[in-house]
């Protein structure tokens, strides 16, 4: 079974620039969350999508992030236009529908870094 | 403010010495715990979900404990390929938040 997929793995772009994220989750996971961490800092939350509707944005951090999940399969999340602290490593992460909380699958993560 | 707090940083050990990591929180409506292990260049790979003190849970070497206030991660005997750093996060009753702590880096020498 593919795991959670997420692509580019490395991104470097200049302040100013957009940056589209891609987030494959796994098959049929309705549950599908993005994070980011960045450097010296914790994980912190940014939102949750079940299937395609948003259920909870509270962590995007202002209006220069667009995240979007059309089709409730893959989503994306635009950072327009980028930030010198918007560096960092961006994770995407799915689970099941039921008792989605219990256990998340982790992508590997875009390292994301604005010049 | 809710926190998830995590000690030691960082932890040498030699191959064979056991010890323990602690994941200390603060959160208000916590429903549970889970420990992740992430390798570099890797997202976090999920290791236990705890609910409730006195719960206790075992993987290989790996052991995870839940009290009121904590938890620990206890590994027996660790090997060269335990070397990873460890994350404890704390979930809401509320929503699906995850709420990290920063991690503690294992370093298990031959």
């Known amino acids: 079974e593919a795991g959670v997929t997420q692509f580019p793995s490395h991104s470097v772009i200049e302040k100013g620039q957009t940056v589209t994220l891609r987030c494959d989750p796994i098959?049929?996971?309705?549950?599908l969350y993005w994070y980011r961490r960045v450097m010296g800092k914790e994980i912190k939350f940014l939102l949750h999508?079940?299937?395609?509707?948003?259920?909870?944005e509270s962590g995007m951090p202002n209006n220069r992030f667009l995240a979007e999940r059309t089709g409730g399969t893959y989503s994306t999340l635009k950072v327009q236009p980028a930030e010198l602290e918007d560096s960092g490593v961006y994770f995407c992460?799915?689970?099941?529908?039921?008792?989605?909380?219990?256990?998340?699958?982790f992508g590997s993560g875009t390292q994301l870094s604005v010049l | 403010e809710d926190q998830v707090t995590q000690s030691p940083e960082a932890l040498r050990l030699q191959e064979g010495e056991s010890s323990s990591l602690n994941c200390s929180y603060t959160v208000s409506g916590l429903r549970g715990l889970f420990w992740y292990r992430q390798d570099p260049g890797k997202g976090p790979e999920f290791l236990f979900t705890?609910?409730?003190?006195?719960e206790e849970k075992e993987k290989e070497r790996l052991k995870a404990t839940l009290t009121k206030k904590e938890s620990f991660l206890h590994i027996t005997a660790p090997k060269p390929e335990d070397s990873a750093t460890y994350l404890c996060?704390?979930?809401?009753?509320?929503?699906?938040?995850?709420?990290w702590g920063a991690g503690t880096k294992l370093i298990i020498k031959p």
């Open positions: 705890l609910y409730s003190a006195g």
């Open positions: 999508f079940v299937k395609e509707s948003k259920q909870d």
């Open positions: 098959s049929g996971h309705d549950n």
């Open positions: 996060a704390g979930f809401l009753d509320s929503n699906y938040q995850l709420i």
């Open positions: 992460a799915s689970s099941p529908r039921d008792r989605g909380y219990e256990k998340l699958f």
